[in-house]
Nanobody, 123 residues
């Protein structure tokens, strides 16, 4: 079992930055691929970024060049640095963990989920 707790969300103006953190506990964090998803009102949940246990990374096209995912296995934490934020980035952001090492791109591939943190970008 893995417990995930997100933090770092908030209200920011367009062009600003936020860093989300996801603290994991319960099993060997370094063996898990991790992902950040987001869900805007009235829209489906979508993958934002994912990182494998070995550090391979995948980003959604909409955030490439603006967001950076990273992990610190010593702290059991995964981060999402979000720069040049746009109003369309407004959503609830969720941290998720897979039970395997490799990146997944779809919701069913992830076994554990955090409670989500709200990110609001004002224009």
């Amino acid at each position: 079992q893995v417990q995930l707790v997100e933090s770092g969300g908030g209200l920011v103006q367009a062009g600003g930055s936020l860093r989300l953190s996801c603290a994991a506990s319960g099993r060997t964090f370094s063996s898990n691929a991790m992902g950040w998803f987001r869900q805007a009102p009235g829209k489906e949940r979508e993958l934002v970024a994912a990182i494998s246990s070995g550090g391979s990374i995948n980003y959604a096209d909409s955030v490439k060049g603006r967001f950076t995912i990273s992990r610190d296995n010593a702290k059991n934490t995964v981060y999402l640095q979000m720069n040049s934020l746009k109003p369309e980035d407004t959503a609830v952001y969720y941290c998720a963990a897979r039970g395997v090492r490799w990146i997944g791109s779809t919701i069913p591939e992830y076994d554990y989920w955090g409670q989500g943190t709200q990110v609001t970008v004002s224009s």
